[in-house]
């Protein structure tokens, strides 16, 4: 005869020696998955926390800010957690308003989970729990870049709520030395943790060159002398567009720089950055 558990079925056997057992794997990810990442401890997002991770480990997720949980997602094969941990690493970096080192997360690895969606399955009973858990995830956070007419499209609520911030220094940048303004370029759009683009020379198509290509202005820029002490990602652009001719501007998005020979405006732009002034949108 059939019977039940909370977490499983039985079929009442149709041979002898035969049944058919069938967990609800769902019910059991729904009762039990968050008070396991309630009573897992927070980690600080950093790289190194991140690292520790088993390569490839996958499942569901949080992030916390200041111990409130902000931000619910899941992995794959494809993208563990090493992978999406970092890129949100790189998205609290530089940001008005926000300490990095007030953002932690909790991983729990999930060993067979493709047939369920433990994401909405977490967001569903840590907001039953605290209404006022979880306010990143409708708020564009860790979404993928926009692509083409990137600039023209509204921003993400949460980069207009956490915009880009290009006054703290770059501590990655060299110092005290001179840097050709392609170098300079280079070296800001790799080291940067928010996206920087920046005008290029085209192929015989009209597409863009790669940014190590960089443009003909910059290449023939005079070198740009770069102080003893760090620099904002604001002065560096000031320095670049100083040695650029004064038909580039700098337009700063809440979520990333350009750098073009243009005097476009921009419905959501905040701020434009030129040689020798910085007037505002």
Known sequence: MAFETPAAHVAEPSAQGYVEYEIDVEKVLRDELPGVVERAEIAPLTLEAIAAIPERAKGAYVLFENGHPVYAGKTDTRHGFRSRLARHHHTIQDRVGLDPSAIGFKAVRIMVFSNFD??????????????????????????????HNRETQEPADFDKERPVDIDRPLSFLPRGTMLGALDLLIAIKDG????????????????????????VDQRDAAPVSLPAEPITMREALRLLLGVLPDTWRATVFPDRVILYREKATYRYAREYLEDGASPKS
């Open 192 to 215: 940067l943790p928010y996206l920087f683009r920046y005008e290029t020379d085209t192929n015989e198509k009209g597409r863009p060159k790669r940014h190590t290509v960089g443009h």
């Open 118 to 147: 433990v994401e909405a399955i977490l967001i569903d009973e840590l907001r039953r729990k605290d209404p006022t858990a979880l306010r990143w995830n409708l708020s564009g956070f860790g979404s993928n870049d926009p692509g």
